[in-house]
């Protein structure tokens, strides 16, 4: 009988390697192709011809502008993700544990909201935003997106699950509401904030639509927009292009392996509850 269950878990073992190498190849070619030169695409090369040259082009070439479009990314990336960290989880816990008029309205709403593909919506937001004045600025880019509607369901669903009792004992201990939340239940939502963290990260820091949308200042790039101008520019140039994807997935790649754990307990503990 252990003889079997063994060999069981030694080919779940197997076959979740086979399974991680068959959808890392993607991404190994990319990083492979990235550090070769043109002449050695779709050829295996030795370690001696790999070059960072393309990167080095990247960073030292004035008409790339790479650092700036770093840099609007890094900063987009973090001012949505604080936000979303601080409304998301206000509105469901308000959603989930307060009783006010036209509550179950609004969680009506948020819930057709998601319902709604962001292009349908694209045009009304941009003129709100043109209005406003902040086109081609970290505003327009950033303000829109401080919340969404699915963390805030995502975010519902998990305060649900958690007791009353754990509110009402911090009110007798004098905490207002606010203080309930901030103190005692927040920490509780860890798993659950990161998750949608890692979402947020993910979303922003690849999106094209909006930022490509909202800006036409090549100096307001964000790096997914500048690369695909160099796309334009270079479409030849298969190594410079890829050394261009991974700059854009590294970190996305990188934040996931740090938080990957907390990440798969809050998807498993969210949206359990109704």
């Given at each position: 009988m252990k003889t079997k269950k063994g060999l069981a878990l030694t080919g779940n073992y197997v076959l979740l390697i086979v399974l991680g190498v068959l959808f890392a190849l993607p991404f190994l070619y990319t990083l492979y192709t990235s550090l070769v030169t043109m002449q050695d695409v779709n050829h295996l090369a030795g370690f001696s011809k790999w070059t960072l040259a393309n990167y080095k082009l990247f960073f030292t070439n004035d008409a790339y502008n790479v650092p700036q479009w770093l840099w609007n990314t890094v900063a987009m990336t973090a001012i949505v993700i604080v936000g979303n960290l601080i409304i998301n989880p206000m509105a469901g816990f308000a959603l989930a544990k307060l009783d006010f008029a036209g509550k179950k309205w609004i969680y009506w709403i948020v819930v057709a909201t998601m319902m709604v593909p962001y292009?349908?919506?694209?045009?009304?937001?941009?003129?709100?935003?043109?209005?406003l004045g902040w086109l081609n600025s970290v505003l327009g880019l950033t303000i829109p997106f401080l919340y969404q509607s699915l963390y805030i369901f995502m975010l519902r669903q998990f305060f649900i699950s958690i007791p009353g009792e754990f509110i009402e004992a911090a009110r007798l201990d004098g905490l207002t509401k606010m203080g309930a939340f901030w103190r005692i239940v927040y920490p509780l939502a860890r798993s659950s904030l990161i998750t949608m963290s890692i979402l947020a990260f993910s979303g922003t820091w690849n999106s094209y639509l909006i930022p490509s949308t909202f800006t036409s200042d090549?100096?307001?790039?964000?790096?997914?927009?500048?690369?695909?101008?160099?796309?334009?520019?270079?479409?030849?140039?298969?190594?410079?292009?890829?050394?261009g994807v991974v700059l854009a997935t590294l970190p996305i790649l990188v934040f996931f392996f740090i938080f990957q754990k907390q990440y798969i307990e809050g998807v498993s503990s969210s949206g359990v509850k109704g």
């Open positions: 292009q349908m919506i694209l045009i009304p937001v941009y003129v709100n935003v043109a209005h090549p100096t307001k790039y964000v790096l997914v927009v500048g690369l695909n101008s160099v796309k334009d520019m270079f479409f030849e140039n298969t190594p410079l292009i890829m050394a």
